[in-house]
Nanobody, 126 residues
Framework: QVQLVESGGGLVQAGGSLRLSCAAS????????MGWFRQAPGKERDFVAA????????YYANFVKGRFTISRDNAKSTIYLQMNSLEPEDTAVYYC???????????????????WGQGAQVTVSS
């Protein structure tokens, strides 16, 4: 059972930046593909970004538009989401998710992941 804990959320003005972290309890963290999703009130959970188990391949939602960067540090069992040029529309709870690399990985689909963190609130004021 992988436990994921997000941190780094908060309140920021439009145009500002935040970096989210997601720390995993699993010592074999490097065997997991990872993703970030977000959910705004009253909306579905949307894909934001994903990174493969080695950190070689990254994937982004169209709305990211080059503003966000996903990365990982397998030595620290942690992934990151650097978010720049934040907009009020980015306000949401952000979740990290994990799935073993041996499984079929539809990186943009929430049901492709087996483990989820508790979420981190990001609020962008205008």
């Amino acid at each position: 059972q992988v436990q994921l804990v997000e941190s780094g959320g908060g309140l920021v003005q439009a145009g500002g930046s935040l970096r989210l972290s997601c720390a995993a309890s699993e010592r074999t963290f490097s065997t997991y593909n990872m993703g970030w999703f977000r959910q705004a009130p009253g909306k579905e959970r949307d894909f934001v970004a994903a990174i493969d188990w080695r950190g070689y391949s990254t994937y982004y939602a169209n709305f990211v538009k080059g503003r966000f960067t996903i990365s990982r540090d397998n030595a620290k069992s942690t992934i990151y989401l650097q978010m720049n040029s934040l907009e009020p529309e980015d306000t949401a709870v952000y979740y990290c998710a994990a799935v073993l690399r041996f499984k079929t990985w539809a990186y943009g689909r929430a049901n492709a992941y087996d483990y989820w963190g508790q979420g981190a609130q990001v609020t962008v004021s205008s």
